[in-house]
């Protein structure tokens, strides 16, 4: 009795009642589970899982890897993400926020670095007695002194690389990133190495911005936004090299897409064109006869 509990426990059986009043069992070879496996590119990431504390600090964060597993299910979302060395994520603060009036607030870079979760490169930056880490500019370096302000003057201000202003109180012509989509949220917008904003135009109380995507959009004159392009500009052209640096960024291989005999330029293997039904050879001509007879 105790192996046919234990055979009950391990194994999916199903129990059948014959006529003789005998019990038998029935293995099911094929067992099913239901998993919703979500789909990617729904706003959630599949590669890393960042342990964010209760609050700000610049120490580096704790990072679960989900090498494009569901974190639930543990089935594979997104096919391209695997491996990867173990990297350390640094929390960007978003918002750069300064004096409403009187002189903009300044502030020193520490220090410029790159980091392995982002793109571009990450700065230190000391404000009074308070520590936080940005994104870097094109050409930031450890001991620039940097500007924030929320001030909208009546005459345009002549900014500097990595001074932070709204919207309205900056030039037509400058290029920027890190922009507030809207007031009052982080800045969310163009984060990627080496591209950048340009603004374009004003009217009533909107700028027009044009985005690396070529798109323009109009925002509200007092939406942060920060003055420069942003830096690693040759990230886009970096050679990888090797397979194994590819493994290292954390991307899995397309191992079995391309065949030799069967690629662009192999052995082409095609169908076999369709069945064709083969039908009897034509009747002979029959010959015209001709009466002669009027009738």
């Given at each position: 009795m105790n192996n046919l509990t234990r055979l009950l426990g391990n194994c999916a059986l199903t129990l059948h009642t014959q006529r003789t009043g005998v019990v038998g069992l029935q293995h099911l070879r094929t067992k099913t589970k239901v998993v919703v496996k979500p789909k990617p590119g729904a706003g959630t990431q599949f590669r890393r899982i960042v342990h964010f504390?209760?609050?700000?600090?610049?120490?580096?964060?704790?990072?679960?890897?989900?090498?494009?597993?569901d974190p639930k299910s543990g089935r594979v979302v997104a096919k391209g993400i695997g491996g990867g060395i173990k990297q350390q994520y640094h929390w960007i603060k978003w918002v750069r926020d300064g004096p409403s009036e009187g002189e903009p607030q300044q502030e020193l870079v520490v220090e410029v670095f790159p980091?392995?979760?982002?793109?571009?490169?990450?700065?230190?930056?000391?404000v009074g007695d308070e520590l936080k880490y940005i994104l870097a500019t094109e050409n930031m370096k450890a001991g620039d002194i940097i500007k924030t302000s929320r001030v909208i003057p009546r005459i345009p201000v002549r900014p500097n690389e990595g001074d932070a202003y709204p919207?309205?109180?900056?030039?037509?012509?400058?290029?920027?990133h890190c922009l507030e989509k809207n007031p009052g949220q982080p800045c969310h917008l163009i984060h990627a190495a080496g591209t950048f904003g340009?603004?374009?135009?004003?009217?009533?109380?909107?700028?027009?911005?044009?985005?690396p995507s070529k798109r323009e959009f109009a925002f509200n004159r007092i939406c942060m936004a920060t003055v420069g392009r942003l830096s690693n500009t040759e990230h886009n052209k970096e050679h990888v090299g090797s397979a194994q640096r590819m493994r290292e960024l954390?991307?899995?291989?397309?191992?079995?897409?391309?065949?030799?005999?069967?690629?662009?330029?192999?052995?082409?293997?095609?169908?076999?064109?369709?069945?064709v039904t083969v039908a009897p050879p034509p009747l002979p001509k029959l010959e015209e006869t001709i009466l002669t007879l009027n009738l």
């Open positions: 504390p209760e609050e700000y600090t610049i120490e580096p964060l704790k990072i679960t890897h989900l090498a494009g597993r980091d392995g979760c982002r793109t571009s490169n990450v700065a230190l930056v000391a919207l309205g109180a900056l030039p037509v012509g400058t290029r920027i340009t603004i374009l135009r004003k009217f009533d109380d909107k700028v027009v911005v044009q985005l954390g991307n899995r291989p397309r191992s079995g897409l391309w065949k030799r005999k069967e690629g662009k330029h192999g052995r082409k293997i095609r169908k076999l064109p369709p069945m």
